[in-house]
């Protein structure tokens, strides 16, 4: 798999279509189409995605043969919450996103973080879960006028042993 780089303001673009990418090819039989179409069109009519990447500590993963090209990304806003992680359908199941988090998760650490916490929709809570995330309480919420079932999820860190060698820390800013 590609390395990871850390991610840009003016990588909005890309991480607006991966979003919405990841969301109409992965949430079909899970989310009705209201809610799909709700969720999907977000990234591109509101500010919060933007916002979250101007402030936020953010990692894309990259296709192997274009290294400009984001397949995955996660976003840290702020550094003790997962506020964002998607990854495009063609892209799934590769371990972009463990090995996402595994980097942020490293990261949080370095910045002084004990615990993280997010809220998590029906594709991300199974992953969350094997990776040690336990669920705090489950709410529904309206989004961009749709009610959406999720999951406050937390996970307490641990101190990172290995993980990322050093050459891939060097790449992400570690």
């Known amino acids: 798999m590609a390395s990871l780089r850390k991610l840009h303001p003016d990588d909005l673009d890309q991480v607006a ?13 899970l989310y009705s ?4 179409a709700a969720w999907s069109n977000h990234a591109h009519t509101s500010n919060a995605v933007r916002d979250a990447l101007s402030r936020g ?4 993963s990259c296709a192997e043969n274009d290294p400009t090209q984001i397949e995955a990304f996660g976003l840290l806003d702020p550094i003790q919450r997962l506020s964002l992680l998607y990854c495009r359908g063609r892209s799934c199941r590769q371990g972009r996103s463990s090995t996402i988090l595994r980097a942020l998760e490293h990261h949080a650490w ?12 029906q594709l991300s809570k ?14 529904t919420v309206m989004f961009a006028g749709e009610a959406f079932l999720r999951w ?3 996970k307490p ?18």
């Open 17 to 29: 279509a991966v979003y919405r990418d990841a969301v109409i090819s992965q949430a079909e039989g």
């Open 152 to 154: 406050r999820m937390i």
């Open 157 to 174: 860190l641990i101190q990172p042993h290995g993980g990322l060698d050093n050459q891939q820390a060097e790449t992400i800013g570690g």
């Open 110 to 121: 370095h910045q002084g973080c004990r615990q993280w916490h997010t809220e998590a929709s």
């Open 33 to 36: 189409p209201a809610q799909i």
């Open 57 to 60: 500590y953010g990692l894309a």
């Open 126 to 139: 199974p992953l969350l879960l094997r990776l040690g995330w336990r669920i705090d309480a489950e709410e």
